[in-house]
């Protein structure tokens, strides 16, 4: 793993993405600046009906609680 300013890691993930690449699995993103972006490619996707069933997973582990609601 290496750590990227913000910039810097979506250009990294928009390179990868773009060449199809396979090697991201799970990324970051800001809301205002990739989300609408990537959204729009197709490069997200909800995994809440994946996590829902897994008894190990707690959403408050990686969103605060209610920031989902909207």
């Known amino acids: 793993m290496t750590p990227l ?6 250009s990294s993930y928009s ?3 773009n060449a199809s690449g396979t090697d991201v699995e ?11 972006v990537f959204g729009h490619t197709g490069w997200l996707a909800d995994l809440s009906d994946r996590a829902g069933g897994e008894k190990s997973f707690r959403r408050g582990d990686v969103q605060p609680e209610g920031a989902a609601k909207g």
């Open 5 to 10: 300013a913000a910039d810097r890691l979506a």
């Open 26 to 36: 799970v990324m970051r993103v800001r809301a205002l600046q990739e989300q609408p």
């Open 15 to 17: 390179v990868k993405l």
